[in-house]
């Protein structure tokens, strides 16, 4: 076979011809430009606000537990409680309780009453059990501020009195 030579001069110049050779300078700085990526703009997708709505829901839940079930009453009423004997005595045979408070008289011995008044004498109008026995009881609120003495009418000469003060 024949072989075709060509002086290394001609084969430049035949380079040059065809755009092939000295060219290549423009070629390399298209290829930095084209690596600027911008992929970073996806992480803006990441922010969600998912998480804001739910923390509302716990609000309304708190308001119903505003119940007003009343005001707490100032001066609450008081029952307290006086045993009729025995021994021909009361007791307590003094005793001192706010206006509004209920004194209840609880029998623990029969034949005895429970009598308003003073000196062995029943007050006009006053509160009187009348004769009881042991079991019974007697009670009655004081509204009016001051002090209330009354008696046992069989025993009231052996001593059987008593005095409450209604304080205001
Ligand atoms: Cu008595």
Redesign the pocket.
Known sequence: MKTFRLPAALFVIALQALGCGDDDDGGTTTVTDTGVVDTGGGADTSVADTGGGGTDTGGGGTDTGMVDTGPPKADAATKHTINVGPT?MFAPSNLTIKVGDTIEWVWKES???VTEGTSCTAKSGGFDSGLQNTGFTFSRTFSTAGTVDYF?I??CSLG?TGKITVAP
């Open positions: 021909n034949g005895h009453t046992c069989p025993h059987m």
